[in-house]
Every structure is written in C-alpha cells, then in structure tokens.
C-alpha cells in the first residue's frame, strides 16, 4: 500500500509532527552550509543587518523598529515551532554567517511550505550564495519536512532575489498586481514554487515507501 510519506519524513502516521533536525547539524552545499539559527547568533552583527535600509530594502521587516530583544524573541519563537525552521547561511572557509533562510510555516495538511531569505554581509551579494541556500533549504523541505510545494513571493523590483528562485529550480506562477506599498509607490508581487514532481533535477528526490 503507497503509504504517501517521505523517509525520515517529519509526518507518519498516527504520529504528532516533530522537529527533523538538530543543532549542530549541517545541512551541505556549494561553498556554504546551512544549520538552525542558535540564541547565539544575536547579536550585533545580526540588529545590523536589520537595521541596513539596503538590506531590508525588500523585507517586511523594514516597517518594524528592531532591537536585540525582538530578535531573541523571533529566534526563541522559531527554535521551538514544530512548523518553522530558520536556518544560518554560513561560509564553508571560515564558518561566516552572512545570511538567514526561513522555511515554514508547513502546512500540517496540504504540505506546502514558505521560504524567505536575506544575505546580510553585503561584500556577499552577486555571488550565487541565495541561489544555493535556496537549493538546499528546499531539498531539506522536500526529502526529510515531507512537504510537497515550496513557494516564495518576491517584490516586483527585486530582479535579484527573482533570479535566485529561478536558478534554484522555481518556476514563476503569476502576478498579484499592486499588492504591496514600498513606501512611495505600489509594487506587484510575484509569486514562485517547487514542487516535487518539477524538482528531480534541483534535489536527490526519494522515493515515497511503499
């Protein structure tokens, strides 16, 4: 009987969903890791990073005033959701964390799953490091967090996060027309998915049991 579930997936049946990954665990790729944010992580290098305008020029985070303690209260929040994982971009030559990714929430039933991401250390932009982030931040939603679709919106001026989604395998699926205020004009939000049958080629996709 096709059992619909992924191995080592983090949905089985009669069980309550958990957690897939632990700390200390490193998620690899081309020049960078992932592993889960830790509470050591915040700091100022982090604050900065939020309150950089070019960094956060695209973020929701931008309408929110920051400070240590509402980034330890994120990160906590984050840490103990069975349906979140944030995750450390970090240098594989000298261990620089210059970046977070976000999958989730994961939907408990449809399985689809949010990603969202920022490279922080701007001597790091135009070098390919969203794309593979993006890439291994999907392969862990698709092989062990069970989830069927990952799916991302971008801002329509945005041209480099765009191209990040489509170099990690996304496919463009629409427009909502002048869905968000950028603060002196409406933009169009563009929206982007993976899902498992369109992703062979992006992941080591496994097989459902049987």
Request: with cysteine; aromatic share 10%; hydrophobic share 40%.
């Amino acid at each position: 009987m096709h059992s619909g579930q992924t191995r080592g997936s983090a949905i089985a049946d009669n069980q309550a969903p958990r957690r897939v990954i632990a700390d200390g665990e490193r998620l690899p790729g081309d020049g960078i890791y992932l592993r889960l944010v830790e509470l050591g992580d915040c700091g100022d290098v982090y604050l900065r990073w939020l309150q950089d305008q070019e960094v956060t020029r695209f973020l929701e985070t931008r309408w929110t005033e920051q400070s240590d303690q509402a980034v330890r209260e994120f990160v906590r929040a984050k840490r103990s959701s069975l349906s979140e994982y944030l995750f450390a971009i970090v240098m594989v030559g000298g261990d620089r964390h210059v970046g977070n990714i976000k999958l989730g929430p994961i939907h408990p039933v449809h399985r689809y799953a949010d990603v969202s991401y920022f490279i922080g250390e701007r001597d790091e932009w135009g070098r390919g490091i969203a794309s593979e982030a993006i890439r291994i931040a999907s392969r862990f939603a698709l092989e062990r967090a069970a989830v069927h679709r990952v799916q991302a919106v971008v801002h329509d001026g945005n041209a480099g996060s765009a191209l990040s989604l489509e170099r990690a395998g996304f496919t463009r699926e629409g427009v909502f027309r002048q869905k968000l205020w950028t603060g002196d004009r409406w933009s169009d939000q563009i929206a982007y998915a993976l899902v498992r049958p369109e992703s062979v080629a992006v992941t080591d996709y496994i097989q459902p049991e049987v």
